[in-house]
């Protein structure tokens, strides 16, 4: 069954620097997705990205997020300068355009660790 | 924007008891509705959809019902197993106005659920 992977599963790193949280969607699906869930915290949007733009994103997704599908495959979230509160876990999603449109389907997630 | 209110946990229940977990959401227009489960130490998984008013959606013994006039979509299973224990989410899709668009999700805070043997 396809899924969707995310790499690494965790990853370390320190305030300031820049991290790049990978991700491969299901291969025939066109809308993507990244949420985070800080720990204890519910899951949160963060942006929507569709036809190489971004469709949508949340007040979370400043300046410091940028996405990417920088081929036919990988779907990326860059921090550039990571603070505290970035600590989270973050989950990329994907959907199809096709049947089962409406249903978004998750990547295990990369926890992220600012220190 | 939507927004979601579900019932707090965490819920600890003997196995084979019944569960309901509450969920009730605002939205623009007649969003799909999802639960998504999520086991100690994995991401997200779908659990059960219903993509339009009176639809129920039903998976491994859970169901749900999609009311609109209660704006709810409330979570149960007849008789939970140990293997059930997890954290729950209910999640509203996005919709415009013509109720063609599947945008984000807007998700609950999550019920955590514990079934004893």
């Known amino acids: 069954e396809p899924e969707v992977t995310q790499t690494p599963s965790h990853q370390v790193t320190q305030m300031g620097q820049e991290v790049i949280l990978r991700c491969v969607p299901i291969?025939?699906?066109?809308?993507f997705y990244w949420y985070r869930q800080i720990l204890g915290q519910k899951v949160e949007f963060l942006v929507s990205f569709y036809n190489n733009e971004i469709s949508e994103k949340s007040e979370i997704f400043d300046d410091q997020f940028s996405v990417e599908r920088p081929d036919g495959s990988n779907f990326t979230l860059k921090i550039r300068s990571t603070k505290l509160e970035d600590s989270a876990m973050y989950f990329c999603?994907?959907?199809?355009?096709?049947?089962?449109?409406?249903?978004?389907?998750f990547g295990p997630g990369t926890r992220l660790l600012v220190l | 924007g939507n927004s979601v209110t579900q019932m707090e946990g965490p819920v600890t229940l003997s196995e084979e008891a019944f569960l309901t977990i509450n969920c009730t959401y605002t939205?623009?227009?007649?969003?799909?509705l999802f639960w998504y489960v999520q086991y100690p130490g994995e991401g997200l998984q779908l659990l059960l959809k219903a993509t339009k008013a009176d639809d129920k959606g039903s998976n491994k013994g859970f169901e749900a019902t999609y009311r609109k006039e209660t704006t709810s979509f409330h979570l149960e299973k007849g008789s939970v197993q140990v293997s059930d224990s997890a954290v729950y989410f209910c999640a509203p899709g996005s919709s415009n106005a013509g109720g063609t668009s599947y945008g984000k999700l807007t998700f609950g805070q999550g019920t955590i659920l514990t079934v004893h043997p």
């Open positions: 939205a623009t227009g007649y969003p799909s």
């Open positions: 999603a994907s959907r199809s355009r096709g049947f089962d449109r409406e249903t978004q389907y």
């Open positions: 291969s025939n699906h066109l809308y």
